[in-house]
């Protein structure tokens, strides 16, 4: 019997109250075309309604994906790693019009294959002494949000933290080719996600997986080129308009080079300007090793890639981001998560485990608020919530964090040139704070496991120790007093050996560095 499904066919096995799970880096891997069909049908119907939402990351833009679902009723819970991407949830979650969660990344997919292993919850250490503690504010997002769903356990002399598992009723995810069967291959991806990890998890659990593919094939897809055995799924949807719900990014529907197919010559990356987001990346490079794995945040931190390549030494590391993608140079803003000239793509799962386990070198995060512990805060601003995504997986097992970002934030100007920084116009708000809005990177934490922690900002460099937060450089041309100290809420420790910033970091062309 054919798999393949009307649109009303598939979305019949959406029932009131069900737990929805669903794939999406931004838009690649997001069945958009699916989660329209939702939407129209409760704005007709009022079905389906009070429906639990879990996703690793943000799937989809403004008006997309989740955002789509952000009506009084639709949603009744949700459980995310990341929602920055999706403003109309905020706006839902602040509201209190439906419980939210905001966990892990790396901790919301091992649901999906705590799933397929039957359990009903699992132990980890990410998130200890993070907001996700129980001890602070168990990753509840609203007022209404009052259930602690995490617990803070003692095993064998340890802290841990447990995390249950939802009892996953619907999957919607998305693939390029399905056969009749409902074979799934994912040749027109960026990579392979977790598309088969959360397939297999929930129909563990005995529910229904909805697949949303852009090509029919007409016969048997060859079983070395099948992502997704058909055992694992119960509709496919074939989309209508590809080009407006099965997209790459918002600027890309298919590229080939984003897919790993091919490789593109490194010279043909655009060069980057000499401005302060360059001069951050460039001075997070000069802490690089070679043969080091290394995560990159969304943002500056993905500059660092552009100025190892620029410098020509990337092929000496190899770049990682949360969806698995591995080597290469990664992509920026909409394009995150879709790298060229990569060696490989883990799925999600195996990636996390990579993370977790200590395995990367060095990860460079961006730097929203700083407080005078060392703590930082990236999830959480007033209203704003974007939440942790991968960033407490990445950090909090790492050796070497480094935070990147600018000193203030808002509406600051520079003059960038000849080896050194004039700042013009002073930020709006400080991001070095006495106190974080939310604590996602946990300096206790940190300190108690011997990392390393840089702070990189484009006038500073601190450092964080056992006494405090150290000021251990500064950019030439700026003054200490009036353009570092006096736009800090705290005073850190001014390191007697006070030095300047490598002058390189400020002057046109390449720097001329190796990290051999």
């Known amino acids: 019997m054919s798999k393949v ?38 704005l007709e119907t009022g079905h389906p309604n009070n429906l639990t939402c879990v996703y690793t990351g943000s799937a989809g833009l403004k008006g997309s994906g989740f955002d789509r679902w952000a009506h009084d009723g639709l949603i ?11 403003p109309n949830m905020p706006e839902y979650i602040n509201a209190n019009k439906c419980q939210a969660y905001n966990l892990p990344m790396g901790v919301v997919q091992n649901m999906y294959r705590a799933a397929l292993l039957n359990r009903k919850g699992f132990l980890s250490k990410i998130g200890l002494k993070t907001f996700v503690d129980p001890r602070l504010d168990g990753g509840k997002m ?68 909805i697949v949303q593919v852009k090509n029919l094939s007409g016969s048997k897809i060859p ?46 990356m655009e060069a980057l300007p000499l401005d302060v987001r360059t001069v951050i990346a460039r001075r997070c490079a000069m802490e690089l090793q070679p043969e080091s794995i290394v995560n990159l945040g969304i943002g500056i931190p993905t500059l660092v890639a552009a100025v190892a390549g620029e410098e020509g030494f990337s092929d000496d590391l190899i770049m990682s ?63 704003m919530m974007p939440g942790c995504g991968g960033f407490i997986d990445v950090t909090q097992p790492t050796p070497l964090v480094i935070f990147a970002g600018t000193f203030t934030a808002g509406g600051a100007s520079y003059e960038v040139g000849e080896g050194k920084l004039t700042i013009i116009k002073e930020g709006r708000s400080k991001k070095f704070r006495e106190n974080v809005q939310q604590v996602t990177f946990s300096a206790e934490y940190a300190a108690e ?17 056992k006494e405090g937060v150290v000021l251990e450089e500064i950019a030439p041309g700026v003054d200490l007093q009036k353009d570092i100290l006096d736009q800090m809420d705290f005073e850190p420790i001014v390191s007697e050996n006070l030095k300047l910033m490598d002058e390189r970091i400020f002057t046109e062309g390449k720097m001329g560095f190796s990290i051999k």
């Open 5 to 42: 499904k009307t649109m009303n066919e598939a979305l019949d096995l959406i029932q009131d109250g069900a737990v929805v799970a669903a794939t999406g880096f931004v838009l690649w891997g997001l069945a958009d075309e699916v989660f329209k069909g939702v939407e129209d049908r409760f």
């Open 76 to 86: 009744g819970k949700v459980i995310m790693g990341h929602t920055g991407l999706n």
């Open 142 to 209: 609203n007022d209404v949000t009052t259930e602690d769903i995490v617990k803070l356990i003692e095993f064998e002399g340890e802290e841990w933290l447990y995390y249950p598992v939802p009892e996953f009723d619907v999957a919607i995810i998305r693939g390029t080719t399905a056969d009749e069967n409902g074979n799934i291959s994912v040749e027109d991806e960026c990579g392979p996600m977790n598309m088969r990890d959360l397939a297999m998890g929930v129909k563990a659990r005995g529910g229904k997986v």
């Open 223 to 268: 079983g070395a080129d099948i992502e997704i055995p058909s055992v694992f799924v119960d509709a496919v949807v074939v989309s209508q308009e590809p080009e407006t719900y099965h997209r790459m990014t918002s600027k890309i529907y298919y590229n080939a080079a984003r897919t790993g197919k091919i490789d593109i010559p490194v010279d043909s």
């Open 321 to 383: 981001a949360e969806d698995g993608m591995l080597g290469g140079i990664p992509g920026t803003g909409d394009t995150f998560g879709c790298a060229v000239n990569t060696m490989g793509m883990l799925s999600m799962a195996y990636n996390f485990d990579l993370y977790d386990g200590g395995n990367l070198n060095m990860a460079v995060e961006g730097l929203a608020e700083c407080d005078a512990k060392g703590n930082i805060n990236v999830g959480k601003f007033g209203t």
């Open 449 to 465: 496991s011997g990392q390393k922690v840089l702070y990189v900002t484009e006038r500073a460099v601190l450092r964080l120790t």
